[in-house]
């Protein structure tokens, strides 16, 4: 059923030029310094086509809740989903949409100094000015209120969440958002499912903090559940 996404519009900055892209599933919100349709079409099928000839040939890629190993002559984008869940303890699905925009956004900047691209959630960017990410946390009264600030040589930058009470992603937690921040998008989406399905209370944040801790490559976390909120790492929590 489709939902209409509305938090694409808590991306702030009027410099950069919209377009969405959408080819099946994969539904791309992206900004850069010119329409990128054609681009960004052509860097969709391409990866799709790589992921779908090996979910058909490996159908439990596409099933499995749990790492799986790859094979080492699997596509790239395939061998990077796997080593992010891997580390995080989900199945490599988890990470698809994380890796998507991250390997579409690299495409891009062979013709955009700057680009961001959204994913169901998902952000890749890679930025010459300062940018303010909203945070969008469903019926939680901190939802529209923070923003991340990210600096440019942060970037290329993953910028991933998971919620159990947004959206339509598998969760088995009800974190209202678990935003996941990495050098690798695909590990960034995955750490922030493996983080979002602990979160059924309050009284979980502190573990899910150890936890995000715990996995090399993550920069920083911000869980938010009801009310309360926890976070570490590189992250800049500003006014919404």
């Known amino acids: ?25 994969t539904d791309l919100y992206i900004r850069a310094t010119k329409k990128m349709e054609a681009e960004a079409k052509a860097s969709i099928l391409k990866y799709r086509a790589d992921l779908e000839q090996y979910i058909k040939a490996t159908p439990q890629f596409l099933a499995a809740l749990n790492p799986i190993e790859v094979s080492a002559d699997a596509p790239a984008i395939v061998i990077d989903m796997a080593k992010a869940a891997s580390k995080c303890g989900v199945g490599p699905m988890a990470a698809v949409a994380g890796a998507m925009s991250e390997y579409v956004g690299n495409d891009l900047l062979a013709n955009s100094d700057e680009v961001i691209i959204e994913n169901g959630g998902d952000l890749f960017l890679k930025v010459l000015t300062k940018k303010y990410i909203g945070i969008y946390a469903g019926d939680s009264v901190l939802s529209g209120k923070l923003a991340l600030e990210v600096l440019p040589d942060e970037t290329p930058l993953g910028i991933c969440t998971s919620s159990g009470t947004v959206g339509h992603s598998l969760s088995y937690g009800t974190a209202d958002a678990v935003i996941a921040v990495s050098k690798s998008t695909a590990l960034a989406d995955a750490a922030a ?7 059924k209370s309050s009284n979980d944040i502190n573990a ?18 009801g009310a309360d909120m926890g976070a570490w790492g590189q992250v800049r929590l500003a006014k919404a």
């Open 1 to 25: 059923m489709f939902e209409p996404r509305t938090y694409r519009h808590w991306i702030k900055g009027d410099d950069l030029v919209a377009t969405v892209v959408t080819v099946k599933e």
């Open 193 to 199: 499912t493996a983080i979002g399905n602990m979160i």
């Open 208 to 225: 899910a903090v150890e936890f995000a801790q715990s996995v090399d490559g993550i920069n920083g976390i911000v869980i938010i559940k």
